[in-house]
């Protein structure tokens, strides 16, 4: 049985495409493009980049068979962070995590994708060691919304250096620690994989770096895993390309020279095999490893499916059209009819104006004649108010919470068994208040977790807002409002 797809290497100066197809279980490129941002017409500069390399690849390349693709990204373009977490429930995690690194990221005011990894290694109780990854929620949108309006569906889309890694991994059962160098054309990646999971991600761009400073480079990635960790675990070294790059013999041999010097006649400090690789990325093996209806397993993955009602309104577009050209006819009719309306309610509004004056001189004898009493009623009332209020609302806006969404959360952890199925949608915490809104099984449940909640001491006051039942999921809908104890810390 035969299955293609597509896959893009994108990258700062253009795209590379690529038709795979699988074969049992063996895997080509069928074809393959390359063009460059700077390589396009002059016809196609108005309009995005990606967007013009995209309808030159579509243009130069079969692309029917194809429904599914698997997108490659720059690892310059993703922000990776190692934090810790207070609980080790992925449900949890993927709640609290936009919450906890919203502060590392290069433009927190902006949307971002985040995916993550819980790392296989010792922790204190409290503190689980989680490795993420997030990327520009815009750029993702552009990629996804240009490749649907194609019916291509976008199901990978992950950082390109971190592949190789993963690609060594799954060729490699028995390989557990190792430092993976990927060097491409335009971009170098460093990661470190402990326990066969990525800990640590660098890239940097692909200059004519020599053998001591990638060696310094793998060195500083070391570095910092012993620092985090306190392990002195010894790492194998490899260095991945796909393709033959000039001077990567040179590369190879002196990084190899340098660690085996270095193992000899110093210190075996390093924590290195004195043995470098050289591993010779094969593309379709690589590929197959990305196959789109592929569980990601160890890949970060920033493809997030929009929800909504697009198809529909795709498979019934002429019946929406219609129905928007009646609308359009009923709201001509509807103004014409207001027309005639407001004719006769002109003589009204007269009349009001004429009250109006006579109640502004009644109620503002000091204040002088109004053009537009109403309006001055409003504005002279609005002050009165502003005045009275300023201070309260100077002073609520002055504070501040002092309680953390990860610290509430960990106690919901703690105080709500397992054997509760407790789902939250909405999560809101503002000053001494938070409101919780989610799904539960039975609305015996509901009360259950009301009355665990109330053991706690840092929830004070404890409401049930609504409780009612989903007949399309069959599950329980609440919401709960609760006031924070002044005196927990």
Known sequence: M??????????????????VKLVS???????????????????????DVFESAWIYLRDHMDMTSCSAATLLIPSSSVSFRNIEL??????????????????????????YISDFHILDIPYQEGHIPVFTAS?????????????????????????????????LLKENPSLNNFIC??????????????????????????????????ADTARQALLGFRQTTGFDTCFDLFITVDRELKGIKKIYYGLENLLHYQTKYQQPDEAFHHKVTLKKINYANLFAQLHPHKNAGLLFNFYKPKTGLNPIFQKSLKTFATSIFLACILLICSLYNLHLEIAGLDEQIDTNKNKAAT???????????????????????KKAITKSNS?????????????????????????????????????????????????????????????????????????????????????????????MSEAAS
């Open 391 to 483: 201070t309260k609302k100077n002073h609520q806006m002055s504070k501040e919470s002092k309680y953390k969404a990860a610290q509430v959360m960990a106690i919901l952890s703690d105080i709500i068994p397992e054997t509760i199925d407790m789902e939250i949608s909405k999560f809101f915490l503002n000053q001494s208040t938070l409101v919780i809104s989610g799904t539960t099984d039975n609305f015996k449940n509901v009360d259950k977790i009301k009355n665990l909640m109330e053991k706690a001491d840092l929830f004070k006051q404890i409401s049930i807002n609504s409780a009612l039942a989903d007949k399309k999921t069959d599950q329980v809908l609440f919401k709960f409002t609760i006031q």
């Open 359 to 381: 109640i502004y001189k009644t109620t503002f004898p000091n204040e002088k004649s109004a053009r537009h009493p109403l309006l001055q009623m409003q504005s002279l009332v």
């Open 181 to 214: 160098l990927d060097l491409g054309d335009h971009e170098n990646t460093i990661t470190l994989v402990y326990n066969r999971k990525p800990f640590f991600i660098r890239s940097f761009p692909a200059l004519q770096y020599k053998p001591e400073e990638l």
């Open 135 to 167: 990327v520009s929620q815009l750029d993702i949108e552009k990629y996804i919304d240009l490749l649907l309006s194609y019916s291509i569906k976008p199901e990978i889309i992950t950082p390109k250096g971190t592949a190789a890694a993963i690609c």
């Open 2 to 19: 035969a299955d293609t797809f597509l896959t893009l290497d994108i990258d700062a100066y253009g795209i590379t495409a690529c038709i």
């Open 86 to 111: 207070p609980f080790k429930s992925a449900r949890k995690i993927r709640q609290i995590l936009p919450l906890e690194i919203a502060s590392y990221l290069p433009a927190p005011e902006e949307k």
């Open 25 to 47: 279980k063996k895997s080509y490129i069928k074809e393959t493009c390359r063009i460059t941002y700077k390589d396009l017409p002059e016809a196609d500069t108005a309009r």
